[in-house]
Antibody
Framework: EVQMLQSGGGLVQPGGSLRLSCAAS????????MSWVRQAPGKGLEWVSA????????YYADSVTGRFTISRDNSKNTLYLQMNSLRAEDTAIYYC?????????????WGQGVLVTVSS | EIVLTQSPGTLCLSPGERATLSCRAS???????LAWYQQKPGQAPRLLIY???SRATGIPDRFSGSGSGTDFTLTISRLEPEDFAVYSC????????FGQGTKVEMK
């Protein structure tokens, strides 16, 4: 069974940093593109970032480019999102998500989500 | 960026009725790379449809998707009590974007 267990959310002040983790199991982690998708309170979903199966290539939404860094450790089956220079508008539930097939960019598998709150 | 606009914002229907949800793209979605998700409060999204009309694994056949180019539709043939939720479309022919969602609520 595909499972993705997220951790690392919480309250952070504007300008601060936070790292999210997503521990995957039940599939060959190193074979799949992985993504982060977020949802601000009461708002729609927003794709944030993606990383290829090897980790060689990364992609970002314009809203987070230069502030967020996606990475993965295939030996630990874990995906990360390092978030720096956080702003109030980054407040959201953050989900990790796995492609249906590598590079397909639609998502049948999701983590449980973690809440990131940026507030003073 | 491809902007997806969903309508209506809210759909008030009774169990057993048919639901028709619309998703319009600001430019053509190549290869019909469009997906639909269902989301209930406190839960992660659930993939229903991909490639505009293909049902995801385990999705009941009362859910169907259609459309091409810039106009797409999700149809729920007969609403079950568990179908009342928010539905979002998503394109993946370019950098992924989502619509703002349609809430299907019980009349």
């Amino acid at each position: 069974e595909v499972q993705m267990l997220q951790s690392g959310g919480g309250l952070v002040q504007p300008g601060g940093s936070l790292r999210l983790s997503c521990a995957a199991s039940g599939f060959k982690f190193s074979s799949y593109v992985m993504s982060w998708v977020r949802q601000a309170p009461g708002k729609g979903l927003e794709w944030v970032s993606a990383i290829t199966n090897s980790g060689r290539n990364t992609y970002y939404a314009d809203s987070v480019t230069g502030r967020f860094t996606i990475s993965r450790d295939n030996s630990k089956n874990t995906l990360y999102l390092q978030m720096n220079s956080l702003r109030a508008e980054d407040t959201a539930i953050y989900y990790c998500a796995r492609d249906a097939s590598s590079g397909s960019y639609y998502w049948p598998y999701w983590g449980q989500g973690v809440l990131v709150t940026v507030s003073s | 960026e491809i902007v997806l606009t969903q309508s209506p914002g809210t759909l008030c229907l009774s169990p057993g009725e048919r639901a028709t949800l619309s998703c319009r793209a600001s430019q053509s979605v190549n290869s019909n790379y469009l997906a639909w998700y269902q989301q209930k409060p406190g839960q992660a999204p659930r993939l229903l449809i991909y490639a505009a009309s293909s049902r995801a694994t385990g999705i009941p056949d009362r859910f169907s998707g259609s459309g091409s180019g810039t106009d797409f539709t999700l149809t729920i043939s007969r609403l079950e009590p568990e179908d009342f939720a928010v539905y979002s479309c998503q394109q993946y022919s370019a950098s992924p974007t989502f619509g703002q969602g349609t809430k299907v609520e019980m009349k």
